[in-house]
């Protein structure tokens, strides 16, 4: 597969950007030679050596010189323990999502919304029930075509979803995916009533997901469970697999509520 970026591809400008592009091409890789990095981000090769230069210094990226690869320093572990610290996500909802998993034998996400945003902050999974690519810490894309997302949307006054809505920015990840911004709604207000959202081969074809939403005492959304299968895991079970998440939101949100202590 060819990696090489179009012609017309613009290089990130600035050293803040140049930086970040630099990293998220050795994250996205694991590790990765200059070239690779080149390539992947349309910045010249001496910039990008100068620019990893750099960010050896300061702890961001390591040199693995037998390789003669880059790959990502500890300072980017610090700057990730402090955002689990802000982000307030209690030891003990981190174990329910992850006893949700163990119970259900299904891949198991944590998300928090902050307004009209959210990130997914905990996965629980394993090589037999796999997260879904690229659904991991960070992710934040395609609200309308996920169970979470769903959630979050349901969750917003009428005017901030229908400024969603109305963005035109509903990509169809697969041929199931809701895109019609009416069908979007009504499908958004029975989630309001339910507090709990379905996605049907939505976002990945041949895997169903549910989110259940965890409430603060005030009935704001503070994030979201949820458990992501192939469909046919869902077989005979689907009632079973709806208790399990609610159960699990309904724990988190008592854990919030009562302030639990979080590491």
Not at 121 to 144: A, Y
Not at 173 to 183: G, I, Q, V
Request: some cysteine; hydrophobic content about 40%; proline content about 5%.
């Amino acid at each position: 597969m060819n990696t090489m970026p179009d012609r017309d591809e613009e290089a990130p400008t600035g050293q803040i950007a140049r930086a970040l592009a630099v990293l998220e091409a050795v994250a996205a890789g694991g590790s990765s030679t200059a070239r690779t990095i080149a390539e992947a981000t349309a910045i010249p090769l001496p910039t990008v050596y100068r620019t990893a230069q750099e960010l050896i210094r300061a702890g961001y990226l390591v040199h693995l010189r037998d390789e003669q690869r880059f790959a990502l320093g500890y300072q980017l572990h610090r700057l990730a323990v402090g955002l689990h610290d802000d982000l307030g996500i209690p030891r003990s909802v981190r174990e329910e999502v992850h006893a949700m998993f163990r119970d259900l034998g299904m891949a198991a996400y944590l998300a928090i919304h902050r307004g009209t945003d959210f990130v997914v902050v905990h996965v629980s999974d394993s090589p037999q029930s796999p997260r879904l690519s690229p659904m991991g810490f960070g992710f934040h894309e395609s609200p309308h075509a996920t169970a979470f997302g769903k959630v979050g949307l349901s969750a917003l006054t009428p005017e901030d979803r229908d400024a969603y809505l109305d963005r035109g920015e509903l990509r169809a990840h697969t041929a199931n995916t809701l895109t019609d911004p009416e069908e979007l709604r009504r499908h958004l207000d029975e989630i309001a009533d339910r507090g709990i959202a379905w996605e049907h081969e939505e976002f990945q074809r041949g895997t169903d997901c549910l989110a259940a939403s965890i409430k603060a005492d005030d009935g704001m959304l503070i994030g979201t469970v949820a458990v992501s299968a192939p469909v046919t895991a869902y077989a005979g079970r689907t009632r079973h697999v709806e208790d399990r998440v609610r159960a699990c939101a309904s724990r988190a949100g008592r854990a919030y509520r009562l302030g639990a202590h979080h590491s």
